[in-house]
C-alpha cells in the first residue's frame, strides 16, 4: 500500500473523528439543556434518516467530480456550518437554548448535523479511492484499514466528545471541532491524488441517476439480493440499536456502562486491522456470509442469562465482525461495479441499508413495551420460560435479542443456500479474472 494511501486514510480518519464528536457531543448538550428524550431522540432519527436519504445524492457527487474534490467540498462545507452554529451560540442567550420547542436551538441543531453528514461524501468517496490506488489482490487488506479507521474515529469520539461537554461545554466543542477540520483540509490541498479525467457515457450525467444505478446493479447477477440481504441485517440490528442500553443498565450502573462501551468500541479496531493483515481469502462473499452465521449465533446466545460478563464478551466478538462485513460489501462492490459508477453504487448501498435502521428503532420499543416485557413479568412467559431464563423487564428484552438473532441465523443460512449467492459468487470470480488478464 502506498504512502498516498495512508496520508489519505489518516486526514479521513480526523474528519471522520471531527464529525463523529461534534454530533455525540451535541446530543449529549442537547439532553442536559432540555431534559427531552423526545429531543434527543428526534435528533437520532432525523440525523440515520437524513444519512439513508443522502446516500443517492451524495454517490453522484463521487462520481461526476474528482476525488480529492469531493472530499475539499465535503471539508469546506462542514467547516462553514460548525462557524455558522458556533456564531449563533454565542451571540443568543444561553436561556434559548433550554426550551427544546426553541427554534435558535433547532437551528442550532441543524446546523451541526448537516455539517456532520457533509463528512458523509468522504466515506462514500474513500472506498473508490481504494479501488483506484490500491492493488486488486490488496483491496481486502486496505478495507480493513478503513474499517480501523471508523472504529478509532467512533470510539475517541465517544470518549472525548462526554469529557469536553461536561468541562469544558459546547463553545469549545465547536472551536475544536473548526480547528480539526481546517486542519484537513490544509493537509488535504498537500496531497496529489493521481485521477484519470471524469468521463461521462450517460445522456444525462448532471442528474442523480438512481434509475441508472439500478441497471447498473441489475447486470450484476445476485447483487440487489446482497444489498437487501444486509439491508435486512441492518433492520435487525435496528432491535439492539433501540434496546441496548436499556438492557445493560439493568445489569450495571451508568458509570459502568459508559466506561464498557469505551472498551467495547475496541472491537472494532481489532476487527479492522484482522482484516488489514489477513485479507478476506479467495471468497469474501464467503466470508461474509459465514461472519453474518458467527454474529447471529453471538446474538442468539450472549443475554441468554442476565450477566454482564456473557453481554460484553458476546458484544466485543459482534463488534469485531461488523468491519469484516463491511470490507467483504466494499471488496465486492469495488470488483463488479465500474470504476466510474462506484460512488453512486456504494451510495445506493448505504441509503437502501441505512434506511432499515430506524423504522426498526421506532417500530421496537413498543414491542418490547407491550408484548415482550409484559410476557417475561407477568404473562405466560413466567411459567413457560422463567426457570431457566429468568423474569422481569430486562429478561424480555433478553427474550426479544435471542429470538432476533435466531431470524437472523434462519435468513443467513437460507440466503447462503439461494440461488442468488451462487450466481453472485460466480459473477464475483469473473470480474476478478477479468480485471486480472484484462
Known amino acids: 500500500m502506498t504512502k498516498l494511501f495512508y496520508a489519505i486514510l489518516a486526514n479521513s480518519l480526523v474528519a471522520s473523528l471531527t464529525n463523529t464528536f461534534v454530533w455525540f457531543a451535541v446530543t449529549f448538550w442537547v439532553y442536559l439543556q432540555t431534559k427531552s428524550v423526545l429531543a434527543t431522540s428526534t435528533m437520532a432519527g432525523i440525523y440515520v434518516g437524513t444519512v439513508a436519504i443522502s446516500g443517492f445524492f451524495l454517490g453522484s457527487l463521487v462520481d461526476r467530480y474528482k476525488k480529492k474534490t469531493v472530499m475539499m467540498l465535503s471539508s469546506i462545507c462542514s467547516l462553514f ?9 454565542i451571540f443568543t442567550p444561553t436561556s434559548a437554548f433550554t426550551d427544546p420547542a426553541s427554534m435558535v436551538l433547532w437551528g442550532f441543531i441543524i446546523l451541526a448535523l448537516v455539517g456532520a453528514i457533509a463528512g458523509n461524501l468522504r466515506t462514500i468517496a474513500l472506498p473508490t479511492l481504494v479501488t483506484i490506488l490500491i492493488s486488486e489482490a490488496e483491496r481486502d487488506k486496505a478495507n480493513g484499514l478503513v474499517g480501523t479507521a471508523n472504529g478509532v474515529a467512533f470510539l475517541v469520539a465517544s470518549i472525548f466528545s462526554g469529557m469536553v461537554i461536561g468541562f469544558l461545554g459546547v463553545s469549545w466543542m465547536l472551536i475544536f471541532a473548526i480547528g480539526l477540520t481546517l ?24 442528474q442523480i441517476d438512481i434509475r441508472g444505478t439500478i441497471r447498473v446493479i441489475r447486470l450484476i447477477p445476485g447483487l440487489f439480493a446482497l444489498i437487501f440481504f444486509n439491508c435486512f441485517n441492518n433492520f435487525l440490528g435496528g432491535v439492539f440499536m433501540a434496546l441496548m442500553d436499556a438492557y445493560g443498565l439493568s445489569l450495571v450502573s451508568v458509570q459502568v456502562w459508559g466506561i464498557l462501551w469505551g472498551f467495547l468500541s475496541l472491537g472494532f479496531i481489532v476487527g479492522g486491522l484482522w482484516v488489514a493483515r489477513n485479507g478476506l481469502g479467495k471468497s469474501p462473499l464467503r466470508t461474509l456470509f459465514l461472519t453474518n452465521i458467527v454474529m447471529w449465533v453471538i446474538a442468539t446466545f450472549f443475554t441468554i442469562q442476565a ?25 465486492i462492490l469495488q470488483t463488479v461495479i465500474p470504476l466510474e459508477r462506484q460512488g453512486r453504487v456504494f451510495g445506493f448501498a448505504q441509503s437502501i441499508e441505512q434506511a432499515a435502521s430506524p423504522l426498526t428503532a421506532f417500530m421496537i420499543g413498543p414491542i418490547a413495551q407491550f408484548i415482550f416485557i409484559p410476557f417475561m413479568t407477568t404473562g405466560a412467559g413466567v411459567d413457560l420460560l422463567g426457570g431457566w431464563f429468568g423474569t422481569g423487564t430486562d429478561r424480555g428484552i433478553a427474550l426479544l435479542f435471542t429470538l432476533t438473532g435466531l431470524i437472523g441465523l434462519t435468513v443467513t443460512l437460507m440466503a447462503i443456500r439461494s440461488h442468488s449467492y451462487q450466481k453472485l459468487s460466480v459473477n464475483y470470480q469473473k470480474h476478478l479474472m477479468l480485471n486480472h488478464y484484462g
Open 81 to 89: 456550518l460548525y462557524i455558522l452554529a458556533y456564531l449563533i451560540f
Open 183 to 206: 486542519l484537513t483540509i490544509l493537509h488535504l490541498g498537500t496531497m496529489s491524488i493521481p485521477e484519470q479525467r471524469i468521463i461521462y457515457t450517460e445522456t444525462h450525467a448532471n
Open 307 to 331: 450477566s454482564i460478563i456473557l453481554l460484553s464478551v458476546g458484544m466485543f466478538g459482534y463488534l469485531c465482525l461488523i468491519p469484516v462485513v463491511e470490507a467483504a460489501e466494499q471488496t
